[in-house]
């Protein structure tokens, strides 16, 4: 088992920059690839960025390309997302995600192979 717990979110003027961590606990051994997908109220969970175990491979959404940036420090089981230029329409929770088994480049951004979530935490851009 992996436990995820995210933090970072807040409310936050257009333009303006949040940095969302997400803390990694269990058999974190296990998990490579680690996921950030946010969710609007009426709306599905959308992939947002996806990180390889080393760092060197990274996946955005278009919608998020240029402004946000994925990072993680895997001595402290930590995955970040740092957003920039942000937008009314970035407003979600955000989730923090981790597989159970390895996934490739062309898997990392489908929700469906994503076994462990964090409880998610609000982002609220205001225009």
């Known amino acids: 088992q992996v436990q995820l717990v995210e933090s970072g979110g807040g409310l936050v003027q257009a333009g303006g920059s949040l940095r969302l961590s997400c803390a990694a606990s269990g058999r974190t051994s296990s998990s490579n690839v680690m996921g950030w997908f946010r969710q609007a109220p009426g709306k599905e969970r959308e992939f947002v960025a996806a990180i390889s175990w080393s760092g060197g491979i990274t996946n955005y959404a278009d919608s998020v390309k240029g402004r946000f940036t994925i990072s993680r420090d895997n001595a402290k089981n930590t995955v970040y997302l740092q957003m920039n230029s942000l937008k009314p329409e970035d407003s979600a929770v955000y989730f923090c995600?981790?597989?159970?088994?390895?996934?490739?480049?062309?898997?990392?951004?489908?929700?469906?192979?994503?076994?462990?979530w964090g409880q998610g935490t609000q982002v609220t851009v205001s225009s």
């Open positions: 995600a981790a597989p159970k088994d390895s996934i490739t480049i062309v898997t990392m951004k489908r929700l469906a192979s994503y076994d462990y």
